[in-house]
């Protein structure tokens, strides 16, 4: 699972284009949203797009289902290993 938290970490960071962060200063556990990384609605879509691109999931817009996978990386790694395409 650390794998797929670290590949998350990068995908995140080219998404959102935050250049300034390397994954080892994101804590697998850290909130996304509002505390944590301090990410917004719009920064929730491009992460979708970007998750739906490389792993193929797909999530409803606005759901509180949504809401849990997104409240950190390791709830997203979660998510992504259980309904994703992900290598072994």
């Known amino acids: ?20 962060l390397t994954p080892e200063q994101i804590a697998s556990e850290d909130a996304l949203f509002v505390t944590g990384l ?4 719009i920064d929730a879509l491009e992460l ?4 739906q691109k490389k792993y193929g ?3 409803a817009a606005d759901s509180e289902e949504t809401r849990q996978h997104f ?10 290993a259980a309904h994703g395409k992900v290598a072994a």
């Open 1 to 20: 699972m650390q794998a797929l938290e670290r590949d998350i970490k990068l995908l995140l960071i080219e998404a959102l284009n935050l250049e300034d």
């Open 48 to 51: 979708g797009l970007a998750l």
């Open 57 to 59: 999931v797909s999530m």
């Open 71 to 80: 409240a950190s990386i390791s709830a997203l790694a979660r998510f992504v």
């Open 38 to 41: 301090g990410l917004d609605s």
